[in-house]
């Protein structure tokens, strides 16, 4: 099962507003993953972590590996309609499989 | 397109049945990775490949379900004897171990959808 707690489970939003999601562990981790899913389609990376306290960006996302090292969040600011999708989490202790939280559903509306 | 690939998309078999997927990685991508994802979950971990060596099974894996990367590079996933609780998106990642400098990234295949009837 999933060890990964992500929150919230969905949001709705309208255009232009900002969205923060993050994802808590019973576990350290040393990676923290950021993907987006659309329907019908495998994850699609958007942010790699890799350092307690890290912050790293990709256009108008922003992630944060939690200085606890169980913990990130994952930011997007200006939101626009192509945002819409599911994200999720995921985390590695030291090399192999990763485990992932059960989603934030982003809905946007314009 | 040098991306994961994975065949058939999608595939509906009756209960009692085989059904076989494949996987095709990224060419030089020496990790491959199973996993299955049912709605409204995240990815469940089944399986890992390293080169052709299988290094971890989930123990949640059925002796129903074996996986195979035979020299490498593509890799099959079997069930035999299909259960209507196998309906579920399976997903196939890649990644290159030990890049320097670079640190494990898994990419992700489209999936095959498998509906059990």
């Known amino acids: 099962g999933q060890q990964l707690n992500q929150s919230p489970q969905s949001m709705f939003i309208q255009e232009g507003e900002d969205v923060s999601m993050n994802c808590t562990s019973s576990?350290?981790?040393?990676?923290w993953l950021w993907y987006k899913q659309d329907p019908g389609e495998g994850p699609v990376l958007l942010i790699a972590l890799y350092k307690a306290g890290e912050l790293t960006s990709n256009g108008r996302l922003t992630a944060q590996f939690g200085i606890t090292r169980k913990d990130s969040f994952l930011n997007i600011s200006a939101s626009i309609p192509s945002d819409v999708g599911i994200y999720f989490c995921?985390?590695?202790?030291?090399?192999?499989?990763?485990?992932f939280g059960a989603g934030t559903q982003v809905v946007v509306t314009p | 397109d040098t991306g994961v690939s994975q065949n058939p998309r999608h595939k509906i078999t009756k209960r009692g049945q085989n059904v076989t997927f494949r996987c095709d990685p990224i060419s030089e991508h020496n990790r491959l990775y199973w996993y299955r994802q049912t709605l409204g979950q995240g990815p469940e971990f089944l399986t890992y490949f390293q080169n052709e060596a299988q290094l971890e099974k989930s123990r949640l894996l059925s002796d129903r379900f074996s996986a195979e990367r035979p020299k490498g590079s593509f890799s099959t996933l079997e069930i035999q004897r299909t259960e209507q609780g196998d309906s579920a998106m399976y997903l196939c990642?890649?990644?290159?171990?030990?890049?320097?400098?670079?640190?494990?990234?898994?990419?992700f295949g489209s999936g095959t959808q498998l509906s059990v009837l």
């Open positions: 990642a890649s990644s290159l171990k030990d890049s320097p400098g670079e640190p494990e990234k898994l990419f």
């Open positions: 995921a985390g590695r202790y030291s090399w192999g499989k990763l485990q």
């Open positions: 576990s350290i981790f040393n990676t």
